[in-house]
């Protein structure tokens, strides 16, 4: 069951304020009223304690908190010890916030030092795949080039009776070949599958729906709902297994990845960010007030720390990293 906004919402707060709390008591300058400070905070609820757990745990495969000496760290790491052992014996508070907090975590701590769950499980079924930050370029016995976006696994299947792709995570760029044989070339997805006729075109699964763009000839999409839409060169749809929404302008975003840039026409910030942190570790959020800003330029998706720059000189936004893995874009 989906859970309700307000909930989701809280848990991300949670997680930033969690982020700030794990700064403020690895600093050398954190002082008892901060450590006093910090235990108010975490004895406020379950949901808290969550929090602090999960950036607890991260935070320790990066830059352990234990054993780095600032003055509170020792305080810290037992006040830590101790909402440790209150988590355990509420275990069923916790259990009621899954809802709320136990997605947003999936949402919002997929962490991207390791592959998530699926697409850990994918990659053990692909022929191809790559990680954070990874692209790939393939070129298939047939002529035809695929190129792999980052955190994407696939598998090719060409026989005498047909080419296809099997996209089992993340995101392709396919560019068909003419084939001496005529055989069709499809593109399978957990919603459907698609047929290319002649044509350049990007495939994306993502949140349980599946992402067309063509950039050239013309893609027949049929869902496992029997849903059929035909979508030509310029144009763009997405679907799941059982509907199919309306043709749209096709996105050039989906294209220029192939090449290492991410362009931004009037972009909002937010959009963009969440696009940028695909390609690096760690987790990006955005203050509500400056994710509206409108974009533009070329940002380049193979530098992710170097575009985080470039959109610090251009807009009034300050970029902060409460932790090496925990970065927040606010208002300057």
């Known amino acids: 069951m989906k859970p309700p906004a307000p909930a989701l919402r809280a848990s991300v707060a949670s997680l930033e304020?969690?982020?700030?709390?794990?700064?403020?008591?690895?600093?050398?300058?954190?002082?008892?009223?901060d450590q006093l400070a910090w235990r108010t905070w975490l004895a406020q609820s379950p949901e808290h304690e969550a929090a602090w757990a999960h950036i607890d745990t991260v935070s320790r495969k990066f830059d352990p908190l234990r054993g780095l000496g600032p003055p509170g760290t020792a305080a810290a790491v037992a006040g830590l010890d101790v909402a440790r052992a209150k988590a355990v014996g509420r275990r069923s508070a916790l259990n009621a916030l899954g809802g709320g907090l136990g997605l947003g975590v999936v949402a919002w701590l997929g962490w991207r030092h390791t592959p998530l769950p699926a697409l850990a499980m994918a990659r053990l079924r692909a022929d191809h795949h790559t990680g954070t930050g990874?692209?790939?370029?393939?070129?298939?016995?047939?002529?035809?080039?695929?190129?792999?976006?980052?955190?994407?696994?696939?598998?090719?299947?060409?026989?005498?009776?047909?080419?296809?792709?099997v996209l089992l995570a993340g995101e392709?760029?396919?560019?068909?070949?003419?084939?001496?044989?005529?055989?069709?070339?499809?593109?399978?997805?957990?919603?459907?599958?698609?047929?290319a006729l002649g044509t350049r075109f990007t495939v994306r699964d993502t949140e349980g729906r599946v992402r067309?763009?063509?950039?050239?000839?013309?893609?027949?999409?049929?869902?496992?709902?029997?849903?059929?839409?035909?979508?030509?060169?310029?144009?763009?749809?997405?679907?799941?297994?059982?509907?199919?929404?309306?043709?749209?302008?096709?996105?050039?975003?989906?294209?220029?990845?192939?090449?290492?840039?991410l362009p931004a026409d009037s972009l909002p910030l937010g959009s963009l960010l969440e696009e940028l942190g695909r390609y690096r570790h760690g987790h990006i959020s955005v203050a509500p007030e400056v994710a509206g800003l409108q974009v533009m330029g070329v940002?380049?998706?193979?530098?992710?720390?170097?575009?985080?720059?470039?959109?610090?000189?251009?807009?009034?936004?300050?970029?902060?990293r409460a932790l090496p893995w925990w970065t927040t874009v606010e208002a300057r």
């Open 17 to 33: 304020q969690a982020a700030q709390w794990y700064a403020t008591l690895r600093d050398d300058r954190a002082t008892e009223s």
């Open 172 to 195: 392709i760029l396919v560019d068909t070949a003419r084939d001496a044989l005529q055989r069709p070339f499809y593109v399978d997805t957990a919603h459907g599958r698609l047929q």
């Open 212 to 261: 067309l763009n063509v950039f050239e000839g013309l893609v027949e999409i049929h869902t496992h709902g029997g849903k059929v839409l035909r979508v030509p060169a310029g144009q763009a749809a997405g679907f799941d297994a059982e509907t199919v929404s309306a043709l749209q302008d096709a996105d050039r975003l989906r294209e220029a990845w192939s090449r290492g840039s």
């Open 299 to 320: 940002y380049p998706a193979d530098d992710p720390e170097q575009a985080l720059y470039m959109l610090e000189q251009a807009l009034p936004i300050r970029v902060r």
């Open 134 to 165: 990874e692209r790939r370029d393939l070129a298939l016995a047939d002529g035809s080039r695929v190129w792999l976006n980052t955190r994407t696994a696939l598998q090719v299947r060409l026989n005498a009776r047909e080419r296809r792709l």
